[in-house]
């Protein structure tokens, strides 16, 4: 069974930091570029980051460029979205999605093929 699986979630103060990590079972994530998405409670789901299948392209959208690194391990076949100096704002569900496409094309949900669970992210004092 492909499976995407997040963790590393849970509640932070405002200018704080966690790791997400998102790990495939059942496929090997060398070959699939990587987005990050979130989704806030009565907002639309939004991506986040990007990174090629090689590791050697990433993408950030303006809202979290400067305070958030994506980065992936192909031999633990993880990946990870470093997230620091949180803001409430960043409150939401983050999904990891794969894309068959080997560099980050976009962040239109019907470019990934697969999608993990979520994991909930609270920033709050």
């Known amino acids: 069974q492909l499976q995407l699986v997040e963790s590393g979630g849970g509640l932070v103060q405002p200018g704080g930091s966690l790791r997400l990590s998102c790990a495939a079972s059942?496929?090997?994530?060398?070959?699939?570029?990587i987005g990050w998405f979130r989704q806030a409670p009565g907002k639309e789901r939004e991506g986040v980051s990007c990174?090629?299948?090689?590791?050697?392209?990433?993408n950030y959208a303006d809202s979290v460029k400067g305070r958030f690194t994506i980065s992936r391990d192909n031999a633990k076949n993880t990946v990870y979205l470093q997230m620091n100096s949180l803001k409430p704002e960043d409150t939401a569900v983050y999904y990891c999605?794969?894309?068959?496409?080997?560099?980050?094309?976009?962040?239109?949900?019907?470019?990934?093929?697969?999608w993990g669970q979520g994991t909930q992210v609270t920033v709050s004092s």
């Open positions: 990174v090629s299948s090689s590791g050697g392209s990433t």
């Open positions: 999605a794969a894309t068959i496409d080997k560099y980050c094309s976009g962040y239109g949900p019907d470019l990934y093929n697969y």
């Open positions: 059942g496929f090997t994530l060398y070959y699939y570029a």
